[in-house]
């Protein structure tokens, strides 16, 4: 029987799970929204690294990398930050919302199972190669209209999203082979990240972003540099702490849903039957891979995890 404290401490839990869930699924939902409109990609990456690198900036000053060395934490936030930010960014520039929705948050499983075996060696049990084969075949069937289309465009967005799950899955199997606590890895990869994307940035395009609408400056600056970076990283841990690194993680399962539901209204972007079918298998991918993975020992179900995908 639970106490009072305890019944309050796992409903603040599962509130968090269920924010992190609507701060991943608004993440995709701006980014599509913002290159639509009046945002190009690197204009969103400067923003996101600019702000949330500035913010966590104080907190690297005082604890430092932690004893992490230079070269490896260069790599962290090359993975964690343009390697996952651009790549997403652009994806989106060619395909729908809900491809994002499905082909970044579904394959991050599938991927962190497959470098997780060949770089720690852990091993890939038949219930998450169950996972895999059910992600793979949800990607093949959101992918096969993009394929036969004589226009190409949207198929590059459906290879640049996993692409974007691959850097940040990479960072992932590294950040914790590495030890790296998930506060410490976030402000190394914030404030190099933005230390790497913000000059090249400006010697490129100079201040281009600052010609955006005032409305769209302020929430793309808020949201993409504090909401789904700094926020998302303390709701997803707050959630953990409480309900376990594996059933927290099984949020990722519902972010196409929300996205492909909500994206209709907000940019009017219907979900064919293909890509519906394709969203329920990848879902089910992520939910039995997530599962075998907890099975496995390899989510503990109360453990801290590195940095959650803000997607």
Do not use: N
């Not at 082979?177 to 090249?200: D, H, K, M």
């Not at 039995?288 to 989510?299: D, E, F, K, Q, W």
């Amino acid at each position: 029987m639970l106490t009072t404290a305890q019944q309050r401490d796992r409903l603040i839990g599962v509130l968090c799970a269920i924010a992190t869930l609507m701060v991943w699924s608004g993440f995709i939902l701006l980014a599509r929204l913002g290159v639509r409109t009046t945002m190009a990609p690197p204009d969103l990456i400067a923003l996101r690294f600019a702000i949330a690198g500035s913010v966590m900036l104080p907190w690297l000053l005082r604890r430092g990398l932690g004893g992490l060395s230079w070269p490896r934490a260069i790599v962290l936030a090359l993975l964690a930050g343009p390697g996952f930010a651009a790549p997403a960014f652009y994806g989106f520039v060619h395909a729908p919302a809900v491809h994002g929705a499905a082909l970044m948050p579904g394959t991050l499983p599938l991927w962190t199972v497959v470098l997780a075996a060949l770089v720690v060696g852990e091993k890939i049990t038949t219930t998450k190669l169950l996972g895999i084969i059910l992600t793979l075949a949800g990607i093949a069937v959101i992918s096969f209209p993009d394929f036969l289309a004589p226009d190409s465009r949207g198929m590059s967005g459906d290879l640049l999203f996993p692409a974007a799950s691959l850097s940040w899955a990479s960072y992932t199997v590294l950040a914790r082979r590495w030890g790296v606590a998930p506060l410490q890895s976030a402000a190394i990869v914030f404030v190099l990240s933005g230390l790497i994307c913000v000059p090249a940035y400006l010697a490129v395009w100079g201040p281009r972003v600052l010609s955006a609408p005032p409305i769209d400056l302020l929430v793309q600056g808020i949201y993409q540099g504090l909401i789904a970076t700094i926020a998302s990283i303390m709701l997803f841990m707050r959630a953990v702490r409480t309900l376990g690194a594996g059933p927290t993680t099984l949020v990722t399962a519902a972010v196409p849903g929300v996205v492909a539901i909500v994206g209709i209204p907000m940019l009017g972007e219907w979900p064919s039957w293909l890509t519906a079918a394709g969203i329920l298998l990848v879902s089910a991918g992520v939910v039995v891979t997530v599962r075998g993975a907890i099975r496995a020992g390899v989510v503990p179900t109360r453990a801290a995890q590195p940095l959650p995908p803000s997607r």
